[in-house]
């Protein structure tokens, strides 16, 4: 069922029933299903294959959604959502950085974080403790791409509520909201929210 500038967006906005309705929408349509979400147009695919052409596709325009939810966070200066002169500049500057001399500092710095990960849940599941296995892979994540760019790490795994993962966190989460909820997508509609 679609409505009017939502369109199938209901369908998929309550994050507890995504996954399900996503089941059911690929059981009911097939590997390839046809949304509509504000007033984009979406394809949704489920084969790998599918997966596979969309990813290496070199005419697909990624460049709205990402302008979209990035921008306001990101600004329209970073690497992720900078176009043109500006795009290039900064892959110049960031490129010396995946240098294979610096790939394999950035395995080690990956392996001591997965260690001290693995040691926290190792903890936890010997108390039989519940853990938010997502937000300790978020925390590694950071400590690790912290260290690989700046050469330090933030501590996140050392302190669960440290304020700039709690931040990125909380941000993304926010992110995640506004893919479902095209009457957000207008800046208008957004900045009142």
């Known amino acids: 069922m679609m409505f009017p500038i939502i369109g199938n967006a209901w369908f998929l906005a309550r994050p507890t029933e995504r996954l399900n309705n996503l089941q059911v929408l690929q059981q009911k349509y097939g590997n390839r299903v046809a949304l509509n979400l504000g007033t984009q147009k979406i394809l949704m695919v489920f084969h790998p294959d599918d997966v596979s052409k969309?990813?290496?596709s070199k005419e697909m325009n990624r460049s709205w959604l990402i302008d979209l939810l990035f921008n306001d966070w990101l600004g329209p200066t970073c690497l992720l959502t900078a176009k043109g002169k500006e795009y290039s500049r900064l892959r110049k500057l960031y490129l010396p950085v995946f240098a294979?001399?610096?790939v394999d500092n950035f395995e080690l710095n990956f392996?001591?974080?997965?260690?001290t990960l693995l040691t926290i849940l190792k903890k936890?599941?010997?108390?039989?403790?519940a853990v938010e296995v997502r937000w300790l892979l978020t925390l590694c994540t950071l400590d690790t791409i912290s260290q690989y760019f700046l050469g330090k790490p933030m501590g996140?795994?050392?302190k669960f509520d440290n304020d700039y993962a709690v931040?990125?966190?909380?941000?993304?989460?926010?992110i995640n909201q506004r893919i479902y909820m095209p009457w957000l997508w207008p800046k208008f509609c957004w900045d009142l929210s």
Do not use: F, P, R
Request: with cysteine.
């Open 54 to 56: 969309v990813l290496s």
């Open 100 to 102: 294979y001399k610096h």
């Open 111 to 115: 392996n001591a974080h997965s260690k």
């Open 124 to 129: 936890d599941a010997d108390k039989g403790t």
């Open 156 to 158: 996140c795994l050392a």
């Open 167 to 174: 931040a990125v966190h909380n941000e993304t989460k926010i």
